[in-house]
């Protein structure tokens, strides 16, 4: 079983920069793939992004360039660097955990966390 813990969400103002952490309990965590996960309000959860224990990421189309996932194996940490913010960045970012990277991916991940919201202001 793996448990993650969100945090770091917030208000900001468009431009501006956060950085969520999420938690991860269990001894295996260094061999999952951890991601990233939004939803706005009236709209699907979208892929935001994924680091396997490789290190190696993928990101969604619209936070290339503005984003970064990183992990600390040590910490049993995962964390996603946001800059550059706009207003359509506003969501309930979700915390994501499974061995299988492409599961991650398509939103199909066993283990997630309750959320952390995020409001970008214009």
């Known amino acids: 079983q793996v448990q993650l813990v969100e945090s770091g969400g917030g208000l900001v103002q468009a431009g501006g920069s956060l950085r969520l952490s999420c938690a991860a309990s269990?001894?295996?965590?260094?061999?999952?793939?951890m991601g990233w996960f939004r939803q706005a309000p009236g709209k699907e959860r979208d892929f935001v992004a994924v680091i396997r224990w490789t290190g190696s990421t993928s990101y969604g189309d619209s936070v290339k360039g503005r984003f970064t996932i990183s992990r600390d194996n040590a910490k049993n940490m995962v964390y996603l660097q946001m800059n550059s913010l706009k207003p359509e960045d506003t969501a309930v970012y979700y915390c994501?955990?499974?061995?299988?990277?492409?599961?991650?991916?398509?939103?199909?991940?066993?283990?997630w966390g309750q959320g952390t919201q995020v409001t970008v202001s214009s």
């Open positions: 269990g001894r295996t965590f260094s061999s999952y793939a």
């Open positions: 994501a955990a499974d061995p299988r990277s492409d599961y991650v991916i398509k939103g199909a991940s066993d283990f």
